[in-house]
């Protein structure tokens, strides 16, 4: 039986299952979040849970080895917004 991928959340920095987390990725240089993961480039991945966002938020590190790149603060609030945005969503269809 073949085991599932595993990544390890930028925000808890917990392994879990590559599909049970959101996708943060690189795009022409600009980080966008990749609910898809279908993003060619470099990509870091998020639990989808708020503690995770939040603790990837505040972070003190400004470069992710999983991206290469720094990611300041308003980048990761960005993030986080669409982060927020979709989990409120997900909620009120359940």
Do not use: Q, W
């Not at 990725?25 to 990749?34: C, F, L, R, T, Y």
């Amino acid at each position: 039986m073949a085991k599932s991928p595993e990544r390890t959340c930028i925000g808890c920095m917990k392994r879990d299952a590559k599909a049970s987390m959101i996708r943060i990725a690189i795009v022409n240089g600009h980080v966008e979040v990749d609910f898809e993961a279908r993003r060619a480039g470099r990509g870091g991945y998020l639990h989808p849970a708020l503690e995770c966002v939040e603790r990837f938020v505040g972070l003190k590190i400004k470069v992710f080895r999983a991206l290469r790149r720094k990611i300041d603060r308003p980048e990761r609030l960005e993030i986080a917004a669409a982060i927020k945005l979709r989990l409120d969503r997900n909620s009120k269809v359940e």
